[in-house]
């Protein structure tokens, strides 16, 4: 079993519409939980964390996390073609290392 | 979060020989990682880097294959001994930040083995 699963895609979504990127976990003493953006060529960029169960937001971005459930996911509202990337979640679990998953590729259409 | 550079961006190597990849970050921190990221696939961790200490190399990674070097609280070295054509990949450091919670990344070093 792997220990971050994401699906791989592509998501595609139309420009303006929401995007819902979902990830599980395998670890339950999981901490923290982390989306990067990386787009094609690049380096991840870190663009939420989150700790506590719930929902965190910033800007167009929202984390959910639910413990219970081992689940985390990054809602994307009105998206932009500029938000086509790779997006890997990960997870800090014992010994404060982060696991990422292996991504999901988003496709924003116009 | 800090600025990170990396030296070389991208290399072009023979197998057998040896690369040296430099991590420069513009603030002291605690904490710096090593990762590979192979053609289509996500980040593995290779190793944490503290200074004034032997690197924590993960499961499947060795310190004869992978040395690594921190001098300083703002400097790292990994390199990739005695290449083949499967270390073709991409490597980048990161850093932890302020709230010793969050990474980020350098621009990574792409490697090309023939």
């Known amino acids: 079993q792997k220990e971050v699963e994401q699906n791989s895609g592509p998501l595609s979504v139309p420009e303006g519409a929401i995007a819902s990127l979902n990830c599980t976990y395998s670890d339950r003493g999981s901490q923290s939980f982390f989306w990067y953006r990386q787009y094609s060529g690049k380096s991840p960029e870190l663009i939420m964390f989150?700790?506590?169960?719930g929902d965190k937001e910033d800007g167009r971005f929202t984390a959910q996390l639910n413990k219970a459930s081992q689940y985390v996911s990054l809602l994307i509202r009105d998206s932009q073609p500029s938000d086509s990337a790779t997006y890997l979640c990960?997870?800090?679990?014992?010994?404060?290392?982060?696991?990422f998953g292996t991504g999901t590729r988003l496709q924003v259409t116009l | 979060s800090a600025v990170i550079s990396q030296k070389p961006s991208r290399d072009i190597c023979q197998r057998g020989t040896s690369l040296t990849i430099q991590c420069q970050v513009d603030s002291q921190v605690t904490m710096m990682f090593w990762y590979r990221q192979q053609p289509g696939q996500s980040l593995t961790l290779i190793a944490t880097?503290?200074?004034?200490?032997?690197?924590?190399?993960e499961s499947g990674f060795v310190i004869d294959k992978f040395p690594i070097s921190r001098p300083n609280l703002t400097f790292s070295t990994l390199t990739v001994s005695n290449m083949s054509p499967e270390d073709s990949s991409i490597y980048l450091c990161?850093?932890?930040?302020?709230?010793?919670?969050?990474?980020?990344f350098g621009p990574g070093t792409r490697l090309l083995v023939l």
């Open positions: 880097a503290n200074q004034g200490s032997e690197a924590t190399y």
């Open positions: 990960a997870v800090t679990g014992t010994a404060s290392k982060l696991t």
């Open positions: 989150i700790y506590s169960n």
């Open positions: 990161s850093v932890e930040g302020w709230d010793l919670e969050t990474q980020y």
